[in-house]
């Protein structure tokens, strides 16, 4: 039995019935407000979140971990990763108790992501619950696919319909010298088994001049007789180390590569995605860019983020804001949380670019404890 499945379906209770969290603390240590057998029942009489641009947010980014089994160089530094300690992580039933808030607030769409999520003890089960929230919020995982191919059947029964595999060369080599560890033929072969299994799958390749810039057609051609979706993203200023960006491209370069080779025909942004999509004449799946960097769709974006630490984040680009781990081991009511992320929202920026200029910290954060 995983540690969620332990605690959740017998949480101890303090005297109000409450759900006791880690080291059975109350008042100041870990308060629950809800068990979770309450949050499976409760009905919704909260209203959507929306900024003061208008924009609903229904789509919410959960980073359950900063921990990670790679060390991508465009996300991590090759040593010295500053880790979150774990107690200062939200747990799997503080995780679940903001997953149902927020579906009560309007959110459709849950990503679980990290870090790598799937190092996570008990995320699997915890993926499956959040399926079965009263919402039915659709549940997403990105993952970089290391360890994905135990876990599928499993990720699949619990309700898991679609994956993001993170994967940013076909040639194994160049696979290593980008993520710095061993494996490759591991995640290839989840690959393989995602799409023999049925299951959505996107692939998000970060475009590298010099190391993979060159495999884009190769990319290319994994969507000729696949169902699938490959999505190029620009690499963004998250390494960690706060290194600019030394070797870049942008969205117009790769487009015009892809156009060099293919017949592309737009089928554009859906539902505030962040990805452009395009169909390729013949081909049975789908390719996109990201724009990540140029930030060319924050006008409709949809996205709330939980980073690592549990802090709501309300643009890639911006400084964390509310603590919601803070809050919870505080005994904060779900109306407090609701008034704290509505009072964040109400501060959201029009775009990533004046986000950034207000917080002077990007570059010096992971994108894996932020959660990509
Ligand atoms: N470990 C998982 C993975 O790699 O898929 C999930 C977390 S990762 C932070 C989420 C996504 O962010 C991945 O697709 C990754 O490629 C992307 N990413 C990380 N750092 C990035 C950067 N500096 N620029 C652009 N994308 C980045
Ligand atoms: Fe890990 Fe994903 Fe970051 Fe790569 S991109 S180091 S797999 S969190």
């Keep these: 039995m995983t540690v969620f499945q332990a605690r959740l379906p017998n ?4 005297s109000r019935g409450t759900a006791m969290g880690r080291n059975g603390r109350t008042g100041n240590g870990v308060v629950s407000s809800r068990t979770w057998k309450e949050n499976m029942s409760v009905s919704n009489t909260r209203l959507p979140l929306v900024d003061p641009q208008g924009r609903t947010l229904n789509y919410l980014r959960v980073a359950v971990t900063d921990r990670c089994n790679l060390r991508c160089r465009y996300c991590m530094p090759a040593e010295g990763v500053k ?21 009560e607030l ?12 799937l190092v ?31 876990h599928l059947e499993e990720l699949k029964a619990g309700g898991l319909k679609r994956i993001n595999l993170s994967l940013d060369s076909l040639d194994a080599k160049t696979w290593k010298k980008i993520t710095r560890r061993e494996g490759f033929e591991k995640v290839r072969a989840a690959v393989d088994r995602v799409l023999e299994m049925g299951m959505g799958l996107k692939l998000n390749v970060v475009v590298l001049p010099g190391l993979n810039d060159l495999e884009i057609p190769d990319f290319v051609e994994l969507t000729r007789h696949a169902a699938m979706a490959v999505r190029f993203i620009e690499p963004m200023p998250f390494d960690g180390a706060g290194k600019a960006l030394e070797d870049t491209i942008d969205g117009d370069e790769i487009l015009l590569r892809l156009r060099a080779k293919y017949e592309l025909t737009p089928i554009g942004r859906q539902d505030g995605a962040v990805d452009n999509l395009f169909t390729v004449r013949g081909f049975k799946g789908t390719v996109g860019i990201i724009e990540g960097h ?7 974006c949809s996205r709330l983020r939980i980073d690592s630490r549990g802090r709501l984040r309300t643009c890639l680009y911006g400084a964390p804001g509310v603590s919601l781990l803070k809050m919870i081991r505080e005994g904060g009511t779900d109306d407090d949380l609701e008034k704290a992320i509505r009072n964040d929202l109400s501060f959201r920026f ?23």
Excluded at 83 to 103: G, K, M, P, Y
Excluded at 126 to 144: C, D, M, Q, W, Y
Excluded at 294 to 300: E, K, L, N, Q, V
């Design 11 to 14: 949480p101890r209770k303090n």
């Design 120 to 150: 996570r003890k008990g995320v699997v089960p915890f993926i499956g619950s959040l399926a079965k929230l009263p919402a039915r919020p659709e549940v997403l995982l990105t993952t970089n696919g290391l360890v994905l191919e135990e």
């Design 83 to 103: 880790q979150v300690s774990h107690d200062d992580i939200l747990t799997l039933e503080e995780t679940h108790r903001l997953c149902s808030l927020f579906s």
């Design 106 to 117: 309007g959110v459709r769409k849950i990503r679980i992501t990290g870090g790598e999520p």
């Design 350 to 372: 029009k775009d990533g670019k004046k986000a950034e200029l207000a917080h002077h910290l990007v570059g010096l954060e992971s994108m894996a404890s932020i959660g990509g």
């Design 294 to 300: 140029s930030r060319t769709f924050c006008a409709t």
